[in-house]
C-alpha cells in the first residue's frame, strides 16, 4: 500500500529537483523526472513525486520488507530538510 507525504519547499522547483536528483546519484538510486512530477527506484524501494508551487507531494509505493514505515517516514523527513523542504502535517 502506498503512503503520501506532503512538504513544503523555498526556491524553485528546478532546485528541489536538481537536489533530489543529486542525492538519488549519490546513493546509486534511479531518478528521473522534472520540475512537475518524476520517479525514483533503488535499493528495493520505489516512489514517485508531484510538484505544485512550493509543495512536493512525495509518494512511497514500496519499500523492503525489513523496514518499516517509520523508519521510511524519518528518512524522508530527514532527506527533505537537505532539499530545503519541510513536511506539512
Same mark, same amino acid.
Given at each position: 500500500m502506498a503512503r503520501s507525504y506532503r512538504y513544503r519547499f523555498g526556491g524553485s522547483a528546478a532546485t528541489l529537483v536538481l537536489n533530489m536528483k543529486r542525492m538519488a546519484d549519490a546513493n546509486h538510486v534511479d531518478f528521473s523526472g522534472d520540475d512537475k512530477a518524476g520517479q525514483v527506484e533503488g535499493m528495493g524501494a520505489k516512489g514517485s513525486y508531484e510538484i505544485s508551487?512550493?509543495?512536493?507531494?512525495?509518494? /512511497?509505493? +514500496? /519499500?523492503?520488507? /525489513? /523496514? $518499516?514505515?517509520?523508519?521510511?517516514?524519518?528518512?524522508?523527513? $530527514?532527506?527533505?530538510?537537505?532539499?530545503?523542504?519541510? +513536511?506539512m502535517t
Open positions: 508551487g512550493d509543495e512536493v507531494t512525495v509518494t /512511497i509505493h +514500496r /519499500i523492503p520488507f /525489513i /523496514i $518499516s514505515w517509520g523508519t521510511v517516514e524519518e528518512q524522508l523527513d $530527514s532527506t527533505a530538510r537537505t532539499w530545503g523542504a519541510t +513536511r
